[in-house]
């Protein structure tokens, strides 16, 4: 393919800029302490009768830690501490639903990590059937779980389509033997067929592969190779995410040799590079970083303009409320943002007590909630109406999306913006200035591309 041209010094900044990803707004560098009473005033205020209820569920266990990644999860062996783990899910599931008022039932459920899985066919099924019960699951409702290839044998897949789990994810990064090696991930590509082979045979459809690029030591022709690979299983989606070396908040990712990351130039021609394979087999860019089928539901979504973007990424979930389970995790209510107990040990104590064990998050404002429907428009659509946005917001907005006006990344015409074609890589960047609370320089987030 033809690569691009070495971008202009000015876009080199933007790119090479840290910002948020924007999965939440505030995002979690705003949040705070956070009491259980606040959070079960919460709950009782902001769940109705007739709306249903997403579930996040996080397993914050790997077998081995894969050295690119900045997910919370720690490398274990000992199955006496994965069944104290999932009993205390198990008792935390009964103190959300004592917790809760009326509700519709689960409309998505997500497993995630972390390695799920590693909590074995068994610990999976307890808790499935403890969900289900408490809980609910509506007709059609999406049960997704994040998968690693290389722990995916016949009887936990077989476990997963007894569980009815309509959507599974699953990590390859990159095909290339020498990059798995720099990453700490060896996993034969036949591993990743083979999964997706054995998550058809048991019924479940919806498959998601995960891609990266600006891994190190990784070029142009890796990447191609990879999104190659995984459009030839014709899965129905597929993301490439661009690494993000966070050192500074996970040590183990100083196993890493910086000196062999790609530079931003080179990040932004792997990241042009998997798109274009991806579109020449037939799928449809969506957001920042996804691509889909056509025929896909988050591809119908974003023609219809209602894809969303929340935790887990781009979804079609449309739930009011966001739970979250387990160690760290996260939840949307329409009060706030509620983050667990992010320590193992102190989140089992928690639960063990009798107590919700929430920890860290937000009370958002109406202000808050305003920016946070431009941003996540903005993530998803690359489009506004600026003229149906308060002025206090819009101005100061302007003022920064003059710089991205001058360098052609956005166009405003008649109260709309749209973001130009060059501009959809660098949408963090755009969606920055509407962000009230976003200081330059802090060193939390990762580089925008």
């Known amino acids: 393919m033809t690569q691009p041209a070495m971008p202009p010094r000015a876009l080199l900044a933007l790119a090479e800029a840290k910002v948020p990803r924007y999965t939440s707004y505030p995002t979690a560098a705003q949040f705070g302490p956070l009491g259980e009473a606040q959070y079960r005033a919460w709950l009782a205020q902001g769940i109705r009768p007739a709306a249903p209820l997403s579930l996040y569920l996080h397993v914050p266990f790997c077998r081995d830690l894969c050295w690119y990644c900045a997910c919370h999860t720690r490398p274990t062996r000992s199955e006496a501490r994965l069944s104290a783990y999932t009993d205390a899910l198990m ?14 039932g689960v409309s998505h459920l997500h497993f995630g990590g972390g390695t799920p899985s590693i909590l074995g066919a068994d610990g999976l099924r307890r808790l499935m059937a403890r969900l289900r019960g408490l809980f609910g699951l509506r007709p059609g409702a999406e049960v997704a779980i994040e998968l690693d290839p290389r722990l995916m044998d016949v009887a936990l897949v077989d476990a997963l389509g007894e569980m009815g789990v309509t959507r599974a994810s699953l990590g390859v990064q990159d095909i290339a033997p020498d990059i798995q090696a ?46 190659r690979f995984a459009a030839s299983l014709r899965v ?17 990712q100083k196993a890493i040799d910086e000196a062999t990351l790609p530079d931003v130039v ?94 860290r998050g937000i009370a958002t404002t109406h202000e808050d909630r305003a920016r946070a429907l431009l941003i996540e428009r903005l993530m998803c659509d690359f489009a506004l109406d600026l003229r149906a946005v ?10 920064r999306l003059q710089q991205l006006v001058e360098a052609r990344l956005v166009d405003i015409q008649n109260g709309n913006l749209l973001v130009a074609p060059e501009g959809r890589r660098f949408v963090r960047q755009i969606a920055v200035c509407f962000d009230a609370y976003f200081e330059a320089g802090a060193q939390r987030h990762s580089m925008a591309i």
Do not use: C, K
């Not at 008792?91 to 519709?104: G, I, K, R, T, V």
């Not at 129905?236 to 183990?252: E, K, L, N, Q, S």
């Open 182 to 227: 720099r990453i700490g991930r060896p996993q034969p590509a036949e591993l990743v067929q083979l999964g997706v082979e054995r998550l058809r045979q048991a019924g479940i459809a919806g498959i998601n592969l995960d891609l990266m690029y600006g891994l190190p030591g990784q070029a142009v022709a890796h990447v191609e190779a990879s999104a």
């Open 236 to 252: 129905d989606r597929i993301a490439v995410f661009g690494y993000a070396h966070v050192a500074w908040m996970r040590p183990h």
């Open 390 to 399: 308060p002025m206090d917001i819009v101005s100061p907005a302007l003022e």
């Open 266 to 359: 080179e990040r932004l021609e792997q990241a042009e590079a998997a798109e274009a394979v991806l579109r020449a087999s037939g799928y449809v860019a969506l957001g920042l970083d996804h691509f889909a089928l056509p025929d896909d539901t988050m591809a119908q979504a974003a023609r219809a303009g209602r894809l969303r973007r929340n935790f887990q990424g781009y979804t079609i979930d449309d739930a009011p409320a966001l739970i979250g389970l387990g160690a760290s995790s996260i939840g949307a209510l329409p009060s706030g943002f509620a983050q667990n107990e992010a320590d193992e040990r102190q989140y089992i104590a928690s639960v063990a007590a009798g107590r919700l064990p929430i920890r």
């Open 91 to 104: 008792a935390e599931m009964a103190l959300l639903d004592a917790a809760l008022p009326a509700h519709a």
